[in-house]
C-alpha cells in the first residue's frame, strides 16, 4: 500500500462540481492499494499517517504528527499510483490491486481513520475527481507499507 502525503494549510475534493470533502491544516494523502495488500497493510500506512512527523514544533522542527496539531486528514484514492513506470513511456498497472480489493481495504483504512481520528474526508471511490491543495512547505512524502 502506498500514500503520497502532503502537508496543506487546504485541500479540498470535488465530483462532478459537487465538494465531497475538504480540510483546512492537515494531511492531504492519495492512497494505492496494490494486490498483496490486506487489512494489516492498511492499518500499518493508517498509524504511519496519523504519527508521521512533518509539522513544525516551536523551534521550526518537524517534530509533531497530524495526532499531535489534530489537524484534517483528506484520503483519496488514486490507483495510478500503484502503476509501473519502469520501462517504456506509458504506465502499466499491472501493479495496482483488482478494483474490488481496492475499494474494499480503502473504504477499510477509511472507516478506521474515522475510528481513531477526529477530522476526516474523503474522495469518492472511482469517480473522477478535482483535487485542489495549498500544499504546507511544500512537504511531500511517499509512504510505502
Known sequence: M???LQRVSHASVQVEGELVGSIDRGLLVLVAVEPD???????????????YRVFSDDLG????SLKDVEGGLLLVSQFTLAADTRSGLRPSFSTAAPPAL???LFNYIVRQAKTLHGEVATGRFGAEMQVSLVNDGPVTFMLQV
Open 2 to 4: 502506498k500514500g503520497l
Open 37 to 51: 495488500d490486506t487489512s494489516e497493510s492498511a492499518d500499518k500506512l493508517l498509524h504511519k499517517l496519523l504519527n
Open 61 to 64: 522542527k518537524m517534530n509533531l
Open 102 to 104: 481496492a475499494a474494499e
